[in-house]
């Protein structure tokens, strides 16, 4: 399984993001997808994720009614639409995939660990 993210930058406090995740090889059918992401000095952890199979989500206190996760009717593309973004929302994203079952929305962004990460994209935001 391929991803691929883009989308990240400089942006300034209070901007808006949309970054996204690209699959090859395979759809989302049948799959939970997720973004997670790494400030620096701190663990990775997972933000939102979305159970394509029932519509299900999980969002982390932290980003939840700035952050929306969605995914392309063709269900290849990945997308994470970030509003008012503050100088804590910098670090580096990421998107994962991983099959439903046995992974849910909550169980992916709580329990995944890997030591395989895709490249990422970062996000800075600062004045």
């Known amino acids: 399984l391929s991803l691929v993210e883009s989308g990240g930058g400089l942006v300034q406090p209070g901007d808006s993001l949309i970054l996204s995740c690209a699959a090859s090889?395979?759809?989302?059918?049948?799959?939970?997808v997720g973004w997670f992401r790494q400030a620096p000095g701190k663990e990775r952890e997972g933000i939102t994720c979305?159970?394509?199979?029932?519509?299900?989500?999980y969002y982390a206190n932290s980003v939840k009614d700035r952050f929306t996760i969605s995914v392309d009717n063709a269900r290849i593309m990945m997308y994470l639409q970030m509003r008012n973004l503050t100088p804590e929302d910098t670090a580096v994203y990421y998107c994962?995939?991983?099959?439903?079952?046995?992974?849910?929305?909550?169980?992916?962004?709580?329990?995944?660990?890997?030591?395989?990460w895709g490249r990422g994209t970062q996000v800075t935001v600062s004045s």
């Open positions: 090889e395979f759809s989302f059918d049948g799959y939970v």
């Open positions: 979305l159970n394509i199979g029932d519509g299900t989500t």
């Open positions: 994962v995939a991983l099959p439903a079952p046995p992974f849910t929305a909550h169980r992916l962004c709580l329990y995944y660990q890997t030591n395989s």
